[in-house]
Every structure is written in structure tokens, then in C-alpha cells.
T-cell receptor
Framework: EPEVTQTPSHQVTQMGQEVILRCVPI?????FYWYRQILGQKVEFLVSFYNNEISEKSEIFDDQFSVERPDGSNFTLKIRSTKLEDSAMYFC??????????FGEGSWLTVV | QKEVEQNSGPLSVPEGAIASLNCTYSDRVSQSFFWYRQYSGKSPELIMSIYSNGDKEDGRFTAQLNKASQYVSLLIRDSQPSDSATYLCAVRTGSGAGSYQLTFGKGTKLSVIP
């Protein structure tokens, strides 16, 4: 069964550094997302991406964050100048129809 | 602010029993509802979707939707220890396919006791 794959599975970074989280969505899917989950809290929407542009973003997704689809298969989340409170599990997700969404295994980000 | 509320639990049921998980949502115009299962440290795994009032059955799982009461539930029959996980209720919001997003509840932790 096709899966959303994410790398790295875990990254530790110094506060203030830039991080890039990578995702390969399911191949025939058209809608791509990033969600995050701070430890012990609910899964939160960050951004949706469709037709090579951001279609929706939450209040969390400020200028510190950016997304890119650099080629036909990868979808990346860049976090600039990381802060301690950015420590979370970041989930990439994709959907064929924009309705049913499938999540990747996640990338644990620890900011120290 | 669109909210999805769940009882955080833990909900403990004996093996073989029916587990009943509940969820309420605030956005009256929501049309699509999902249940995800999340094991500790893992990603949400889609187990059920429901779009119309009434019941929808898939194996041991039954989702129930009542839009008038803004209420969604998940029943797990013949509960197994492997069902022990956190169950996340998610409601689709947004005005079009490109802007759809899921709003999640905090989840109900289910523990099935052998």
C-alpha cells in the first residue's frame, strides 16, 4: 500500500538553526499538508499545498516557516531560526481528493 | 474558533467488550468526519470516515454521525488489546478542496484489558 514517507525520523538542532523536513507524498496525490503535534497535545494544521502553491495556512505558519515542492516527488517544510517551542512531531500528509488525508510517520524535531 | 471536543479518558474496557468513543464539534457546516488511531509516538492512522447522518460499519468499527446534535461516535466491537491506542476525532473544515484541513480533538486514550 502506498505510503507517505518522511525524513529524517528524528532531528536534534540548536536553537536558531534552520531545519528542513522532507516528505515524499503518495504518488498520485495532489494535495499536500504539514501538521504538527507538540508532545501531549493535539494534532495541529500548519499548511496545505495544492497546484504548486499554498492554499491554506494556520496562524502557526508564520514567516518562520516555508514549504516547497522542488520537484515532482518531494515536499519540504523549512523552519528558520528554530525556537525551543518548535520542538514537536511534524507530520506530512497527502490526499488524492483533498478530503481523505493520509499521514506519514512523522519527523521528531528537538530544539535544544 | 472551530473546536472538536473529546473525553481524554483513559477509557478502560475488558477484552471482548464494546468500546464507545464520543466527539462533539462546533462548526455546524462541517461535512466530513474522520476517526484516526494513534499509537504512542506514531502517526495518525485513518480508520473510518463518515459523511452522512446515521451509522457506517467497517469490520469491528462503527461510526455514527448526528449533524443536528453535532456529535460523532466510534464503536469498537470485540475490543482487542491491540486496539489500545489514542483515538482522534477529526473534522474537515475549509471552503474548498484546496483549502480543506482537519481540525483534531485531543483524543481519547483507550485501554483494552486482557
Amino acid at each position: 500500500e502506498p505510503e507517505v514517507t518522511q525524513t529524517p525520523s528524528h532531528q536534534v538542532t540548536q536553537m536558531g538553526q534552520e531545519v528542513i523536513l522532507r516528505c515524499v507524498p503518495i504518488s498520485n496525490h495532489l494535495y499536500f499538508y504539514w501538521y504538527r503535534q507538540i508532545l501531549g497535545q493535539k494534532v495541529e494544521f500548519l499548511v496545505s499545498f495544492y497546484n504548486n502553491e499554498i492554499s491554506e495556512k494556520s496562524e502557526i505558519f508564520d514567516d518562520q516557516f516555508s514549504v516547497e515542492r522542488p520537484d515532482g516527488s518531494n515536499f519540504t517544510l523549512k523552519i528558520r531560526s528554530t525556537k525551543l517551542e518548535d520542538s514537536a512531531m511534524y507530520f506530512c500528509a497527502s490526499s488524492r481528493d483533498g478530503n481523505t488525508i493520509y499521514f506519514g510517520e512523522g519527523s521528531w524535531l528537538t530544539v535544544v | 474558533q472551530k473546536e472538536v471536543e473529546q473525553n481524554s479518558g483513559p477509557l478502560s474496557v475488558p477484552e471482548g467488550a464494546i468500546a464507545s468513543l464520543n466527539c462533539t464539534y462546533s462548526d455546524r457546516v462541517s461535512q466530513s468526519f474522520f476517526w484516526y488511531r494513534q499509537y504512542s509516538g506514531k502517526s495518525p492512522e485513518l480508520i473510518m470516515s463518515i459523511y452522512s447522518n446515521g451509522d457506517k460499519e467497517d469490520g469491528r468499527f462503527t461510526a455514527q454521525l448526528n449533524k443536528a446534535s453535532q456529535y460523532v461516535s466510534l464503536l469498537i466491537r470485540d475490543s482487542q488489546p491491540s486496539d489500545s491506542a489514542t483515538y482522534l476525532c477529526a473534522v474537515r473544515t475549509g471552503s474548498g478542496a484546496g483549502s480543506y484541513q482537519l481540525t483534531f480533538g485531543k483524543g481519547t486514550k483507550l485501554s483494552v484489558i486482557p
